[in-house]
C-alpha cells in the first residue's frame, strides 16, 4: 500500500518517472540490474533482502543507480549503516509530502539528502560492534545456537562464544538476547 501510494505521489512530479517497482528486495536487486534506474527508493526492512543489502549490492557493483531510503527507523545506527552501504539519501515515513520529490532531484544531481534530526543524532552515538558480532548476535536473536550460527557462518562454535561474549561485553548486556534487544534498539543489528 505503502509503496503504491510513494508512486502515485511522485507520478504527480513532472520531472520523475517510476520505472518500476519491486515487492521485496530481490526483486529489487533484479530490476537494478535490468532497468538501470537513476535513483531506487528502499526501506530498511523488506522481504528477502533488507534495503541496505540492496544499496550495498548496488555499491558493490558499481552501479551508477543511486538509493534513498525512506524508512520509519530514526535511529543512527541504521543511518551509519546505511551510509556505509552507499545511499545518498535517508528520509523518513512521516516527512512532509514535498521531501521526498526535492530529495530525489537533490540525489540526482549528486547530492546527499539525510533527516535533519537524525544526522544529529549520528553524531552522537557510534556502534561498538564488529560486523562479524553483528552477524552472530542477528542469528542469535533468530533462535540458532552456537552450533547452528558456526555451521552458518563456517567457524566453530567457541568463536561464535567469543563474538557473542565481546557483543554482550560492548553492549552492557545481561545476555545473548538482552544484547540483539539492545543492537537493535540502536539500530545496530
Aim: no cysteine; glycine share 8%; proline share 3%.
Amino acid at each position: 500500500m505503502l509503496r503504491s501510494a510513494l508512486s502515485a505521489l511522485l507520478a504527480l512530479e513532472d520531472d520523475i518517472e517510476i520505472v518500476g517497482s519491486a515487492g521485496d528486495g530481490l526483486e529489487g536487486i533484479e530490476l537494478t540490474r535490468e532497468l538501470q534506474p537513476d535513483i531506487v527508493i528502499a526501506d530498511i526492512e523488506m522481504p528477502k533482502k533488507t534495503g541496505l543489502e540492496l544499496a550495498d549490492w548496488i555499491r558493490q557493483k558499481k552501479l551508477a543507480t543511486r538509493v534513498i531510503i525512506v524508512t520509519t527507523f530514526a535511529r543512527s545506527g541504521y543511518l551509519r549503516r546505511a551510509l556505509d552501504a552507499g545511499v545518498s539519501g535517508y528520509l523518513l515515513k512521516d516527512s512532509p509530502e514535498d521531501v521526498l520529490p526535492n530529495a530525489i532531484r537533490t540525489v540526482y544531481n549528486g547530492g546527499r539528502t539525510i533527516d535533519p534530526e537524525l544526522a544529529t543524532q549520528a553524531w552522537s552515538e557510534s556502534d561498538p560492534l564488529t560486523d562479524r558480532e553483528r552477524q552472530v548476535l542477528r542469528l542469535s536473536a533468530a533462535g540458532l545456537t552456537n552450533v547452528q550460527i558456526a555451521s552458518d557462518l563456517n567457524l566453530n562454535d567457541g568463536t561464535v562464544r567469543n563474538y557473542i561474549s565481546e557483543a554482550i561485553s560492548k553492549l552492557g548486556a545481561n545476555n545473548r538476547i538482552d544484547a540483539a534487544r539492545i543492537a537493535r534498539d540502536k539500530g545496530w543489528l
